[in-house]
């Protein structure tokens, strides 16, 4: 092995700077999961649909359609419960309001 004098403890810094970003990213991703659930039905599975948008001069770009969900208080099985309802769900009766 050699040994350069005061770069060995650049060479740890450097070392530990991915760990450090890896434990940010898990952090984020797991925020990102929380969020995204909302973002669903629970009665009808409605979820997060992905299209193009695109411009009058026809440049396209990715976008993303959300369905309208509600938290509801809702009965399930007797027993009151919040859960995420879409508007249509909501509409048609298909669940029950505490």
Not at 33 to 43: D, L, N, T
Not at 66 to 93: D, E, F, Q, W
């Amino acid at each position: 092995m050699l040994f350069f004098g005061k770069f060995d403890k650049i060479d740890m810094l450097v070392c530990r700077l991915p760990q450090k970003s890896i434990f940010r990213r898990s952090a984020c991703n797991v925020r990102i999961r929380r969020c995204s659930r909302m973002a669903k039905c629970e009665v009808c599975g409605k979820g997060v649909t992905f299209g193009i948008k695109v411009s009058h001069s026809h440049r396209r770009s990715n976008r993303t359609w959300k369905p309208n969900v509600k938290r509801v208080k809702a009965i399930v099985k007797g027993t009151p419960c919040h859960m995420y309802v879409c508007s249509r769900c909501l509409r048609s009766g298909k669940i029950e309001r505490a």
